[in-house]
């Protein structure tokens, strides 16, 4: 299981770089491209002064075999995106490991 939710960024820009995304992540984790899932969250970033600019947010949930893997999907986001914002934009990549006993897909214990 490999799900990423994005935001900060314009549908537009994430959709011209997820096939490249779910590719390159499939590549790096040995996971098949059609179990990855990209999601794309409409968000509007708030604060003191009201709305302000956003950055681009990248969760990812997954059962993880290799912890080891973090850095080079984390490197591999920001360079792949980098390409869409500018050279200063900071760019955030958040892991939430899912515990294998605790994903069911349609009721049952995957």
Request: no cysteine; proline share 5%; net charge negative.
């Amino acid at each position: 299981m490999f799900h990423i939710r994005a935001r900060g960024l314009p549908f537009e820009d994430l959709e011209f770089l997820s096939e490249r995304l779910i590719r390159q992540l499939a590549d790096i984790t040995k996971i098949s491209a059609s179990a990855l899932s990209l999601e794309y969250e409409k968000s509007i970033y708030l604060g003191v002064a009201g709305a302000s600019s956003s950055f681009p947010y990248f969760e990812i949930s997954w059962v993880n075999t290799d912890h080891d893997l973090k850095p080079t999907i984390a490197a591999s986001i920001e360079e792949l995106v980098r390409t869409v914002v500018e050279p200063q934009q900071e760019i955030v990549v958040v892991f939430h490991e899912i515990d294998p006993q605790n994903y069911f897909k349609n009721g049952k214990h995957v």
